[in-house]
């Protein structure tokens, strides 16, 4: 094999990172990984104090089935690396007169969707057919492209699909038409606050996620969301890539009009390589890690971007039984509109805002000592809002009294582990753009071959991947990116080989 030794050079090991590496390594490149952290995941790590492990960010385990597709590319199994439950219900939703369990049964969901509104159902089965159909042009083919023209896309199949994957019609036009019940309709709008844009905003091809919630289910690799992390870490090592820890890249060297090096902040060594790809912040990588000349977007392109939300986390230790919890669980008790209005027009902390509570211990005892619970809250706010530590105070008593009156439990004096983690953190650990945690809004002008390039303009072998580029936000989008851009490799090389 005639690339059988070329060098690649990675930058940052979250999943984009880690499923990159192992592609190319396995088609036999040399494969090395920088990450700043001490460790691998981005994102995806996790805290380990006081007996308590928290999954510092992704919680959801949705469509099961891409990430089974990429192990059994390699001829393995997610079973090889974990167990994998699916939960029932999937997740609880708090509303202020009432608590609404998903259960995993759809003909239990369509039961429950009657009860609410009287032919609801039969609108939904109709709906879960259509974003089946999504998903398996959405997922599998459309977003599997590197996206970097409007001319990958003009293929007759695939124009004819675009009618079917309804790029033009908002979600919420679609559910608002059709559903009349105010929680039913926020039922079926909360996937897409993963998706950081406004229902009125995202285009209706995202039903694919009530498709992935309602039908593929909820699930959980026993030992935490870390499990997939530590598989695709291990084979990783398995293919043969080096990782290489608290190894902050400072800066991207080119050469006519090629990266001939990067260089690493502590050591100052240069490291050459044939190929380079930045998983980390995209905006970081263009704006800090490139000379000027070689920046493809200014400032305005990226403030004119519409970011999604960031968040403030808050892992919590509490001794005792939480009652009423669920794994997942979903606090819509107060104004869904103006807590939206608040993080995305207004750009300010959210008055008394929806949030989400994992309880990972629920399912999985090992997570906490023996007698308390693991309670992680999940709170979205606006992006670059300045993160003031009473700002994060006042939500987090706002919090806390809202969970002490719905589930009717004294918390509070019950809390033995506290730690925040929001705008602030964002920026420093990963140099997120505004202290963003979701990337680019999926909103129709930020989608396919509108968002931030996969391969530079102008540097031939420097690539991109992550959640601020093609396909966006998400574990599954994001492993897809990493995919895609080790794909886009393997061909580039190929081709200067013939």
């Not at 090991?13 to 036999?28: E, F, P, R, V, Y």
């Not at 574990?475 to 895609?484: A, C, N, T």
Request: charge should be neutral.
């Amino acid at each position: 094999m005639k690339n059988q030794r070329k060098k690649i050079s990675i930058i940052g090991s979250g999943i984009s990172g880690l499923t990159a590496a192992i592609d190319l390594a396995n088609k036999g490149y040399d494969v090395q990984v920088f990450e700043k952290l001490n460790t691998y995941g981005g994102r995806g790590r996790i805290i380990n104090e006081k007996g308590f492990q928290f999954d510092m960010g992704p919680s959801w385990y949705w469509m099961p089935d891409l990430f089974e597709a990429f192990f059994n590319k390699h001829c393995k199994s997610t079973s090889d690396y974990f167990n994998l439950i699916r939960l029932d219900p999937s997740y609880r939703i708090f509303f202020k007169d009432q608590k609404l369990d998903s259960p995993a049964d759809i003909n239990e969901v369509y039961k429950l969707f009657e009860e609410l509104e009287t032919g609801s159902s039969i609108w939904l089965k109709s709906y879960l057919k259509k974003a089946g159909e999504k998903y398996e042009i959405g997922m599998k083919e459309f977003i599997r492209k590197p996206s970097l023209s409007i001319l990958e896309y003009l293929d007759i199949r695939l124009i004819k699909s675009a009618f079917q994957l309804q790029l033009t019609r908002s979600i919420e036009s679609i559910i608002h038409k059709n559903i009349r019940s105010e929680k039913l309709r926020m039922w079926l709008k909360f996937p897409i606050l993963f998706l950081g844009a406004k229902p009125k905003d995202t285009p209706a091809l995202y039903s694919l996620m009530n498709y992935a919630d309602l039908i593929l289910g909820t699930w959980y690799p026993e030992g935490g969301i870390t499990k997939l992390f530590d598989a695709l870490y291990s084979l990783a090592l398995e293919k043969g890539a080096r990782f290489f820890f608290n190894s902050e890249v400072s800066k991207i060297n080119i050469s006519q009009d090629k990266v001939n090096s990067i260089s690493l902040k502590e050591s100052l060594e240069e490291i050459e390589s044939d190929f380079f790809i930045s998983t980390a912040d995209y905006h970081f990588t263009d704006s800090q890690l490139l000379d000027k000349p070689y920046r493809q977007y200014s400032e305005d392109y990226w403030n004119n971007r519409v970011i999604a939300p960031s968040a403030l986390i808050i892992y919590l230790g509490i001794l005792g039984n939480v009652e009423g919890l669920l794994h997942h669980n979903l606090f819509f008790d107060t104004d869904f509109y103006r807590h939206t209005d608040e993080i995305y027009d207004s750009k300010q902390w959210p008055s008394s805002p929806m949030f989400y509570i994992c309880a990972a211990s629920k399912s999985d005892k090992k997570v906490a000592p023996e007698h308390h619970e693991n309670v992680f809250v999940l709170i979205p706010i606006a992006p670059d809002v300045e993160d003031r530590e009473d700002s994060r105070n006042r939500i987090f008593n706002n919090v806390i009294q809202r969970m002490e009156n719905i589930l009717n439990l004294k918390i509070r004096e019950r809390i033995v582990f506290t730690k925040f983690y929001s705008i602030n953190e964002f920026k420093s650990d990963y140099h997120s753009f505004k202290g963003n945690a979701y990337g680019l809004s999926n909103i129709i002008k930020q989608t396919a071959w509108m968002k931030p390039r996969m391969r530079h303009k102008k540097i031939r072998n420097l690539y991109f991947a992550g959640q601020l580029t093609h396909p966006g936000p998400g574990l599954p989008p994001s492993m897809i990116s990493g995919e895609i851009v080790a794909q886009m490799i393997i061909k580039e090389s190929c081709r200067y080989d013939e």
